[in-house]
């Protein structure tokens, strides 16, 4: 079973709620889909943790042979080419590696070549096997990098998916293999706003799903206000709490010093099992 777990916005919650879920889970694989910024590592930290690096397929020209004819810089949705002085230009970092300017070359004048973006990590936590996808500075876009890492997910185990903030192409890569889809909301207005556009995506994908609220405070809360709004379950609140955020800090996964939050991602994860069997 594949758990995404998304937010919308950063700094709802998304990681710690990732993370925690796997620990509960026991035997579980964490993949961490953030590769802008992974930190799930910080709080699994796991062990015996081995590298592989990861390319992508980008076009090199040949000045001689091109003609400067422009088609494909008139192709190029991601205004990676360019012409200077009647030859081509390519810039890497935003080439997308969608080959197009290879096939449309009347002069044969481009190739593919290789271009590394950045690289997958893997280690063990205690039952969890972490995944984690890096993407280099500089580079356009993470996606190859979540592709990767969805072919190393393991089919029997429990996968909890640790997606990239927002609503764009890298999370609907991430989610595009979840069975399930847990939305960790804020209470606030930004938290809300980005966690509409999360549920309008998952919504458009067919995914089942719920929130996670968290950081409740006593009183109003818009995110649940949303939730009921939406028809959007919920499965699970978490209060404010100072421990919980100094735990955070210290890069520690709560559901190994706190019994309360325990208690509460034990819950959570048999609620979507609960769900995935109606
Ligand atoms: S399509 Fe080929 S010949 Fe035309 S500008 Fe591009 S690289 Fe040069
Ligand atoms: S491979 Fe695609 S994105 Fe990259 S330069 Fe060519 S047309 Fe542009």
Redesign the pocket.
């Known amino acids: 079973m594949k758990i995404a777990v998304l937010s919308g916005k950063g700094g709802a919650g998304k990681t710690f709620a990732a993370v925690n879920l796997a620990c509960v889970a026991l035997e579980a694989c964490y993949v961490d889909c953030d590769v802008e910024e992974p930190n799930g590592h910080l709080f699994l930290k796991p062990l015996n943790v081995w590298t592989q690096r990861v390319s992508v ?3 090199v020209f040949d000045v001689e042979k091109c003609t400067g004819c422009r088609v ?1 810089v008139d ?7 360019a012409l200077a002085r009647g030859k081509v230009l ?2 890497k970092e ?9 096939l ?1 070359c009347p002069a044969a004048a ?1 190739d593919y070549s290789t271009h590394e973006i950045g690289m997958i990590r893997e280690g063990k936590s205690g039952g969890v096997r972490v995944l984690t996808g890096v993407l280099d500075a500089g580079e356009a876009t993470g996606v190859p990098i979540i592709r990767e890492l969805a072919g190393r997910m393991p089919k029997e185990e429990i996968c909890v998916i640790d997606c990239p903030p927002g609503s764009a192409c890298p999370v609907m890569e991430s989610i595009k293999e979840a069975d399930y889809c847990l939305l960790v909301a804020e209470p606030t207005a930004f938290g809300v706003h980005d966690l509409a556009m999360a549920l309008e995506l998952v919504r458009l994908f067919e995914k089942p799903a719920g929130a996670l609220l968290n950081k409740c405070l006593p009183g109003e809360n818009p995110a649940r206000k949303l939730c009921m709004n939406t028809g959007l379950d919920i499965l699970a609140e978490i209060p404010f709490d100072l421990e919980t955020g100094r735990m955070i800090s210290g890069g520690e996964a709560a559901v190994l010093k706190s019994p309360f939050l325990k208690a509460v991602f034990l819950g959570l994860l048999a609620k979507i099992k609960e769900e995935m069997q109606k």
């Open positions: 397929m980008v076009p494909c192709f190029c949705r991601y205004n990676a080419l390519h810039f935003a080439c997308h590696s969608c080959g197009g300017c290879v449309l481009a």
